[in-house]
């Protein structure tokens, strides 16, 4: 059973950083890319970020937060974060930790294992 639990969101103003943390409860946690994703009530759950389980992490970003955002992982801690800088109040939305048995997945479809959300409300 993988289970994954976010952390971190809450209200906050635009601007500064917010990092949320994942944690990964799974033996084989080097085995799984990570992926963060965010949804708006109403509209689908979009792409946000994604780091490979490889060794270094190759990371990947939807346009519409790169350069602002950073994904990492910490390995031995079976975590993984999503750093927010420069935050914008069209970053408000609940955001969605998950891991794949794919290496390179390209579908949400693509993550088997989803945390519950957290929210993240960015005041203007």
């Known amino acids: 059973q993988v289970q994954l639990v976010e952390s971190g969101g809450g209200l906050v103003q635009a601007g500064g950083s917010l990092t949320l943390s994942c944690v990964v409860s799974?033996?084989?946690?080097?085995?799984?890319?990570m992926g963060w994703f965010r949804q708006v009530l109403g509209k689908d759950r979009e792409f946000v970020a994604t780091?490979?389980?490889?060794?270094?992490?190759?990371?990947n970003y939807a346009d519409s937060v790169k350069g602002r955002f950073t994904i990492s992982r910490d390995n031995a801690k079976k975590t993984v974060f999503l750093q927010m800088n420069s935050r914008k109040p069209e970053d408000s939305a609940v955001y969605y930790c998950?891991?794949?048995?794919?290496?390179?997945?390209?579908?949400?479809?693509?993550?088997?294992?989803w945390g519950q959300g957290t929210q993240v409300t960015i005041s203007s």
């Open positions: 780091i490979s389980s490889w060794s270094g992490g190759v990371t």
């Open positions: 799974v033996s084989t946690f080097t085995s799984f890319t």
């Open positions: 998950a891991a794949s048995t794919w290496p390179v997945p390209h579908e949400k479809t693509e993550y088997e294992y």
